[in-house]
Nanobody, 119 residues
Framework: QVQLVESGGGLVQAGDSLRLSCAASGRTFSRSAMGWFRQTPGKAREFVASFSWSTGRTYYDDSVKGRFIISRDNTKNTVYLQMNSLRPEDTAVYYC????????????WGQGTQVTVSS
């Protein structure tokens, strides 16, 4: 059974940084994509960033480009999201995603971790 467990969320002030982690178990994702989405109440889940093994490239939504960095440690089957210069509009539940992944959805999901940025 695949499990994605996020950690690292919390309450910070605008301009601060946070690092989210997502540990995968039950399957190795070293040859798949892993990434992050986020969701606010009443809105659809939106793509934030992803890493593609097949292309070796990272992808970011324009709203986080230049501020967020996605990275992965295949030895630990873990993906990270370093979030810098956080803004109140970054407040959301952040979900780890893995497997077959596009900007509109993913094969596997974590349970989510809350990130709140105060102004």
């Amino acid at each position: 059974q695949v499990q994605l467990v996020e950690s690292g969320g919390g309450l910070v002030q605008a301009g601060d940084s946070l690092r989210l982690s997502c540990a995968a178990s039950g399957r190795t994702f070293s040859r798949s994509a892993m990434g992050w989405f986020r969701q606010t109440p009443g809105k659809a889940r939106e793509f934030v960033a992803s890493f593609s093994w097949s292309t070796g490239r990272t992808y970011y939504d324009d709203s986080v480009k230049g501020r967020f960095i996605i990275s992965r440690d295949n030895t630990k089957n873990t993906v990270y999201l370093q979030m810098n210069s956080l803004r109140p509009e970054d407040t959301a539940v952040y979900y780890c995603a893995a497997g077959v992944l596009t900007t509109t959805g993913a094969e596997y999901w974590g349970q989510g971790t809350q990130v709140t940025v105060s102004s």
